[in-house]
């Protein structure tokens, strides 16, 4: 049974920093991508970050260059995102996802993933 489980959210200040963090676990293929998505209530569930699982290149919406940083650790199965000077407008429902097979171009839509986490809410107050 394949698990993905977030950790890390949490309720902040603007200009403050989170990390989170996503574990996976009873995977059976080998990883292609890995990404953060989030969801702001009544809106839709956005890309915000992802990395190429074995080269480590790294994709980012335009809305947190600069400010969000993606990594991952090979050995811990686990991917992160550094977030600094978080806005109000971060607020969300933040998910990690996974992707088995390659694509031609990054993967940046929900529907291209195979397996999600639950979620972890992060809150940016002003």
């Known amino acids: 049974q394949v698990q993905l489980v977030e950790s890390g959210g949490g309720l902040v200040q603007a200009g403050d920093s989170l990390r989170l963090s996503c574990t996976a676990s009873?995977?059976?293929?080998?990883?292609?991508?890995r990404a953060w998505f989030r969801r702001a209530p009544g809106k839709q569930r956005e890309f915000v970050a992802g990395?190429?699982?074995?080269?480590?290149?790294?994709v980012y919406a335009d809305s947190v260059k600069g400010r969000f940083t993606v990594s991952r650790d090979s050995a811990k199965n686990t991917v992160y995102l550094q977030m600094i000077s978080l806005k109000p407008e971060d607020t969300a429902v933040y998910y990690c996802?996974?992707?088995?097979?390659?694509?031609?171009?990054?993967?940046?839509?929900?529907?291209?993933?195979?397996?999600w986490g639950q979620g972890t809410q992060v809150t940016v107050s002003s």
């Open positions: 996802a996974t992707r088995r097979s390659s694509s031609l171009a990054y993967p940046k839509s929900a529907g291209l993933y195979d397996y």
């Open positions: 009873g995977l059976t293929h080998s990883t292609y991508a």
């Open positions: 990395i190429l699982w074995n080269s480590g290149a790294t």
